[in-house]
Structures are given as structure tokens and as C-alpha cells.
Nanobody
Framework: QVQLVESGGGLVQPGGSLRLSCTAS????????MGWYRQAPGKQRELVAI???????RYANSVKGRFTISRENAKNTVYLQMNNLKPEDTADYYC??????????WGQGTQVTVSS
């Protein structure tokens, strides 16, 4: 069983920045990819960014140029650096971990609120 612990959410003004962190308890290095999803009230969950262990990434069009996903493989940790935040970025952000050997897991969510 894999457990994901998220941190870094909070309240920020438009144009500000936050960095989210997600650490997986897995003792192995078998994850295929980790990513961040978000869900705003009244909307479906959407993919924000994904990173493969080798380092390849992809982003939702709405965050390209503003968000950066990165990872430290030895720590099973993934980060999401969010710059130039907008009110429409307000959502609960969830870390996702997928491994063909271990399965598909989700973090508890961390709230990001962008408001004046």
C-alpha cells in the first residue's frame, strides 16, 4: 500500500506563487508517473500536470507557462511550482501516483485559494 502526503496549499493573492509537495511512502522506485489533479466546486477533476520518473512532463493548456512539475526520485517526492496564480486556479489539488506494480493512489488533497 502506498500513502501520499501533500502539503503547500493555502491562500494567495492573484499573481502570487505557491509550491505543492507530495511524498509517497513507497519504499521502491517503481512508479511509472506521478501527477497533480485539481477539482473546483461544481467542476470535474482535471489533470494539471504529470511527470514520468525519467523526467518527461506534460501540462494542461490552462497552466502552461505558469506551473512547473518536478520530482526527486530518491525521495519519491513530486513538486508543483505554481506562479502567476489566477482566481480560476482555486481548487482542491490532489497528488496521484501510478505504478504498474503497486497500483493507482491518491493523496488527501490540499486546498489552494487565489483571492484578494
Amino acid at each position: 500500500q502506498v500513502q501520499l502526503v501533500e502539503s503547500g496549499g493555502g491562500l494567495v493573492q492573484p499573481g502570487g506563487s505557491l509550491r505543492l509537495s507530495c511524498t509517497a511512502s513507497s519504499s521502491g522506485f517503481s512508479f511509472d508517473y506521478m501527477g497533480w489533479y485539481r477539482q473546483a466546486p461544481g467542476k470535474q477533476r482535471e489533470l494539471v500536470a504529470i511527470i514520468y520518473r525519467i523526467g518527461m512532463t506534460r501540462y494542461a493548456n490552462s497552466v502552461k507557462g505558469r506551473f512547473t512539475i518536478s520530482r526527486e526520485n530518491a525521495k519519491n517526492t513530486v513538486y508543483l511550482q505554481m506562479n502567476n496564480l489566477k482566481p480560476e486556479d482555486t481548487a482542491d489539488y490532489y497528488c496521484n501516483y501510478f505504478s504498474s506494480a503497486e497500483g493507482d493512489y491518491w493523496g488527501q488533497g490540499t486546498q489552494v485559494t487565489v483571492s484578494s
